[in-house]
């Protein structure tokens, strides 16, 4: 079955150090997306593709960046992780319904900044 | 900037009763998602709404949407306690193909 996974589920890093946390989707959809979720604040929108070579900054981009070299991936990278960035990260892709578009999400990822 | 807003944004009601949780958006949007997420997991989509005065219902829930007032509601129906979530409503930040601007979510509680 078509699918979107992130990985780790899981990292535990360290002020300063580089991550890059990974999304795939075997759908073949040309829109992914990447959000973090933070008590308080629902779901922010970090950086959005609609496809290979196409990237855009979202609503808390700073000290973030992504890349999109094929249309299954977009890998996340914390260029100096701080502390501010612990958060859990969804990854979504969508794809036209007929009528819409429609968002699916990966199972996220729990990143912690010590 | 488009805003979304959730009232409530914690919920507890008893099994058995309704309740209306209301999101509210600031600009104009063509389309409204309600989705659902369980403690530790990730989003599930229960709702599409793409015109005004849309109704759409599965099981307890019923959602609608008003576009001239920019509301939608989700009306739960003799709650039962495996309605227990948190309930995110979304709009477009752009019309048409594009990321969510989300609500901050409404935290259910069904109590016995």
């Known amino acids: 079955d078509a699918e979107i996974t992130q990985s780790p589920r899981h990292k535990i890093t360290e002020t300063g150090r580089q991550v890059t946390l990974a999304c795939h989707q075997t759908?073949?959809?040309?829109?992914m997306f990447w959000y973090r979720q933070d008590l308080g604040h629902g779901l922010r929108l970090i950086h959005y593709?609609?496809?290979?070579?196409?990237?855009n900054k979202g609503e808390v981009s700073d000290g973030y960046s992504v890349s999109r070299s094929n249309t299954e991936d977009l890998p996340l990278t914390l260029e100096s992780a701080a502390s501010s960035q612990t958060s859990v990260y969804f990854c979504?892709?969508?794809?036209?319904?007929?009528?819409?578009?429609?968002?699916?999400f990966g199972p996220g990822t729990r990143l912690t900044v010590t | 900037e488009l805003k979304v807003e959730q009232n409530p944004l914690f919920l507890s009601m008893q099994e058995g009763k309704n309740y209306t949780i209301y999101c509210n958006y600031s600009?104009?949007?063509?389309?409204l998602y309600w989705y659902r997420q369980d403690p530790g997991k990730s989003l599930e989509s229960l709702f599409v709404?793409?015109?005004?005065?849309a109704v759409k219902q599965e099981g307890r829930l019923m959602a609608s949407l008003d576009t001239k007032a920019r509301l939608s509601t989700l009306h739960i129906t003799a709650a039962v306690h495996d309605l227990s979530a948190t309930y995110f409503c979304a709009v477009d930040l752009y019309s048409g193909n594009t990321p969510l601007v989300f609500g901050k979510g409404t935290r259910l509680s069904v109590i016995a």
């Open positions: 979504a892709s969508s794809e036209w319904r007929g009528v819409g578009y429609e968002q699916y």
């Open positions: 759908w073949n959809h040309n829109n």
């Open positions: 593709s609609y496809g290979v070579q196409d990237t």
């Open positions: 600009t104009t949007s063509d389309r």
């Open positions: 709404l793409l015109s005004n005065g």
